[in-house]
């Protein structure tokens, strides 16, 4: 199976390297760009079948290396 | 005074912390490496500067699952000391030793000079042998030292006295343009409620002699000498 997480930082944490984004963006013409956020993906092969047993691992794994909880959030999807 | 200062792979200011101790306390450090998973019986055990494992996925996070920070969590659970310069810091917040974490500076850039901190709290293991709001002199070295902790936090660390270190100018005001990397409330290092875990962005490691360009980072192993007289 294949875990895909989206590690995004969470609501009031200053993403500095996004705001460098938006403003190229808006260097660039786009116009109307309200605001950038950056996070991480990152993806997971897994031996598990089982999709709940492989839900479970990779939340653990979330919860200890993958992301920071100070600062981020976490969504995963599998299939 | 026993010490031991952990290495792990792509720290660069280990043997600066190593020669800083061993020079003032007068007792060679023992030097860990981070699959070391005991640590001898020591007073102090520093984590140096550096960019641990590459940075990789967050800066201290892979340091922070190392088979040797089992035994520093376990120091610091029995009131042992524990330091963390720069990198250091950051793998103090990986691992839960010390609150918040430390973000990619807001200017996006490294950032390498000389910064003003002052001292607001000389009451503790680390800061005691510095009078209180003397503003040092220490070099700063670092691409992600923007402190960051959520409200409730921030409240606690400033009520509690919990930030000994804070960038300052050079008349000690905590002003916009003395912060050299957008860190909330100027914090330049902070310590644990219990007093005995500190992590700091600048380097006391870089200015215990005169050769290496002035001594304001002496007080701060002075201090841990005092402590554990």
């Known amino acids: ?79 | 005074m026993k010490s031991a200062v952990v290495t792990f792979p792509a720290s660069n200011c280990n043997r600066d912390m190593f020669d800083a101790l061993e020079k003032l306390t007068g007792k060679t450090p023992y030097q860990i490496w981070h699959q070391d998973s005991e640590i001898p019986d020591v007073d102090l055990i520093a984590l140096p500067g550096g960019f641990s494992f590459g940075d990789y996925l967050r800066c201290g996070a892979m340091a922070a699952r190392s088979p040797a920070i089992k035994a520093i969590a376990l120091h610091a659970e029995r009131g042992g000391n524990v330091i963390g310069v720069c990198n250091g810091f950051q793998v103090l917040t990986e691992m839960g030793l010390l609150p918040g974490a430390l973000m990619r500076n807001s200017s996006l850039k490294f950032v390498c000079k000389t910064v003003h901190l002052q001292v607001e709290n000389t009451l503790t293991n680390f800061t005691n042998a510095y009078t209180k709001g003397q503003v040092i002199d220490i070099p700063v070295a670092h691409h992600d030292g923007n402190y960051f902790a959520d409200e409730d936090t921030l409240k606690m660390l400033e009520t509690n006295g919990q930030i000994p270190f804070r960038y300052v100018s050079k008349a000690g005001e905590a002003t916009a343009s003395a912060n050299p990397n957008g860190s909330q409330n100027n914090i330049a290092g902070i310590i644990n409620e219990r007093g005995n875990v500190l992590g700091m962005m600048p380097h006391p490691e870089r200015l215990i002699e005169d050769a290496q360009g002035g001594t304001d980072g002496r007080g701060f192993f002075e201090s841990i000498i005092n402590t554990l007289k």
Request: include cysteine; aromatic fraction near 4%; charge should be negative.
């Open chain 1, 1 to 79: 199976m294949k875990a895909r997480i989206h590690i995004t930082l969470k609501d009031g944490v200053l993403d500095p390297q996004g705001k460098a984004i938006q403003h190229a963006l808006g260097t660039l013409g786009f116009s109307g760009v309200e605001g950038v956020r950056q996070g991480k993906y990152i993806e997971i092969d897994l031996a598990e079948t089982d999709k709940s047993n492989a839900a479970e691992t990779v939340e653990k794994m979330c919860k200890k290396l993958l992301s920071n909880m100070v600062i981020e959030n976490y969504s995963i999807t599998i299939d």
